[in-house]
C-alpha cells in the first residue's frame, strides 16, 4: 500500500470510518502479531494483545497526528505498551546480555552462521528470549521493515543507539542458539 | 557455492522468516472481534449495534441494489445538493455492515456507483476532464476500500466498468485507468509476501513492490521486507542489515 493510500485511510479512521480501520487492521495485523507474538508465551495471549493494540488504535487514532512519527511507528509504540504489559503479567525473564556493542565483525563472524542456519521455529523461540528493547528492534528492523530512522522514532531513542541496540539482539540470538545447540549436544 | 555477498544476507533472510504470521482464522477472529466492539461505547450499544447490523444488512441491499424510490433518491450526482446525503446515507451503512461477502458486495456496489457517477458527468454537454476529476479520486478510493489487500476479482471490475456507459473516449480511459491502475497496484501488493504460509516466511520473494504505509521504505501490506532506503543499515558491523534498492516484501496479511 502506497503512503498516499495510508494516509487516506487514516484519515478516514479517523473521522470514525469503521471500513477503513478494517483495512488497517488487515494492512497491519500480521506485523502487530508478529511482534506481540514475540513477547507472549502463546498464540491466544498474542492473539488476546493484538486485539487488544487494535481497539487502542482505534480509541487514540483522533489523536494521531499525520504530520508526526510515521503510522508504523505510533503503531508499534502502542503494540509495544500492550506487549509490554502483557509480558509483565507473566514470569519470564530475559536472558541477561551484556550491554556494550563490541567490535565483532558481523560478516566473518560465527554468529552469522549461528543465526543464518538456524530455522524459523528456532528463531522465535530465541527472540522470546531477548529482552524487551531487542525484541522490539528485531521486529522493527526485520518483521516490520521500517529504517533505522523509523526504529528509532518508534523506540525513542536516537540512530545510533539503535544501530547498536540490533547489532547487540543479532548476538544476543546467536549466543542463544549457540547455547541451545551445546545443551541438544551435550 | 555460497559467495561472500550470500553470507551477508543469510542472517537477514533468517531473520525474517522467523516473523510469525497470524493464522488466518485467528486473524479474522480477532478483526470481528476488534470491530464488533469498536462500534458500541456501551454495553446497551453493544446489542443495538448488533440489531443494526443485521438491519443494515438488508437495507443495504435495498437502498443500494434495489428499486423505487430509494433508488430514484439515490440518483443524485457530484455537484448536486442531494449528494453529500446521498454519501452520508452510504457511509452510515457501510459502517454498521458486518465483515464479509455482504459487505464486499455492498462496498463492490459503491464502486459501481462512483463509476456510474463518472459517466454521468462524462456525458453532460461540455464536460470536461477537471469536471470527473474528483469523483475519479472517489472511485478510485472505492476500489481501494472494496478490493482490501488482494485487489477485485476479474468479474468485479468487469461489473463497475459496465457501469460507465456510453461516454467520449477521454472519458472511458481516464474513468477505466482509475479503476484498473488502483486495483492493480492493489493486487500487487497483495501479492508481496507469501502471506500466511506457514512459519511467516516473510522475506523469500524478493518481489519489488511499492513503498510502504507511513514509512516511505517499509513493506507493503505487511512489513517484513528489509528497508530499501536505509544505507546505514548496510554495513557489517551495525546489526548486518542489508539493502534491497528499495524492494521490500511483506509478511501477507
Known amino acids: 500500500m502506497t503512503e498516499k493510500k495510508l494516509t487516506r485511510l487514516i484519515a478516514r479512521a479517523k473521522k470514525g470510518d469503521s471500513i477503513a480501520f478494517g483495512r488497517l487492521y488487515d494492512e497491519y495485523a500480521n506485523r502487530v502479531y508478529a511482534f506481540v507474538r514475540s513477547r507472549t508465551s502463546s498464540a491466544h495471549d498474542a492473539e488476546d494483545v493484538t486485539a487488544t493494540v487494535f481497539l487502542k488504535v482505534w480509541e487514540s487514532l483522533g489523536s494521531y497526528d499525520n504530520n508526526g512519527v510515521p503510522f508504523s511507528a505510533w503503531l508499534f509504540r502502542i503494540a509495544r505498551n500492550a506487549a509490554v504489559d502483557e509480558y509483565r503479567r507473566g514470569e519470564r525473564r530475559p536472558i541477561p546480555t551484556d550491554g556494550a556493542p563490541d567490535d565483532t565483525v558481523w560478516a566473518d563472524s560465527a554468529e552469522v552462521l549461528a543465526v543464518a542456519r538456524a530455522d524459523a521455529e528456532m528463531l522465535r523461540s530465541a527472540v522470546r528470549l531477548l529482552t524487551e528493547e531487542q525484541a522490539s528492534v528485531i521486529a522493527l528492523r526485520y518483521w516490520w521493515d521500517l529504517s533505522i530512522k523509523e526504529t528509532a522514532e518508534s523506540l525513542g531513542k536516537n540512530e545510533n543507539a539503535v544501530k547498536q541496540l540490533q547489532h547487540r539482539a543479532v548476538k544476543s540470538l546467536a549466543r542463544i542458539l549457540q547455547e541451545d545447540s551445546s545443551y541438544g549436544n551435550a | ?253
Open chain 2, 1 to 253: 557455492m555460497e559467495t561472500h555477498e550470500d553470507f551477508e544476507h543469510m542472517p537477514v533472510t533468517a531473520l525474517r522468516t522467523a516473523a510469525e504470521s497470524m493464522p488466518d482464522q485467528a486473524r479474522a477472529d480477532v478483526r470481528r472481534r476488534v470491530m464488533s466492539t469498536i462500534q458500541p461505547r456501551t454495553r446497551s450499544g453493544f446489542f443495538l449495534a448488533q440489531s443494526r447490523r443485521i438491519a443494515a444488512a438488508v437495507t443495504a441491499a435495498t437502498v443500494l441494489f434495489g428499486g423505487g424510490v430509494a433508488y430514484a433518491a439515490n440518483g443524485s450526482l457530484p455537484g448536486s445538493t442531494l449528494y453529500p446525503v446521498k454519501r452520508a446515507v452510504e457511509n452510515a451503512i457501510v459502517a454498521v455492515l458486518p465483515t464479509g461477502s455482504l459487505e464486499r458486495q455492498v462496498l463492490v456496489g459503491l464502486a459501481e456507483r462512483r463509476a456510474e457517477e463518472a459517466g454521468a458527468l462524462a456525458r453532460r454537454t461540455g464536460a470536461t476532464q477537471a469536471d470527473v476529476a474528483g469523483v475519479l479520486e472517489q472511485l478510485r478510493d472505492s476500489v481501494h476500500i472494496a478490493g482490501g489487500v488482494t485487489g477485485l476479482q476479474e468479474q468485479e471490475l468487469l461489473r463497475i466498468q459496465s457501469r460507465i456507459g456510453e461516454v467520449p473516449d477521454w472519458a472511458q480511459t481516464a474513468i477505466e485507468k482509475a479503476i484498473s491502475a488502483e486495483n492493480d497496484a492493489q493486487q500487487g501488493a497483495g501479492s508481496a509476501g507469501p502471506s500466511n504460509e506457514g512459519a511467516g516466511s516473510s522475506g523469500g520473494s524478493g518481489t519489488p513492490q511499492e513503498p510502504a504505509p507511513g514509512s516511505g521504505s517499509s513493506g507493503s501490506g505487511s512489513g517484513g521486507g528489509v528497508s530499501g532506503s536505509d544505507s546505514s543499515t548496510g554495513s557489517a558491523g551495525s546489526g548486518g542489515q542489508i539493502q534491497q534498492n528499495g524492494t521490500q516484501r511483506g509478511l501477507g496479511n
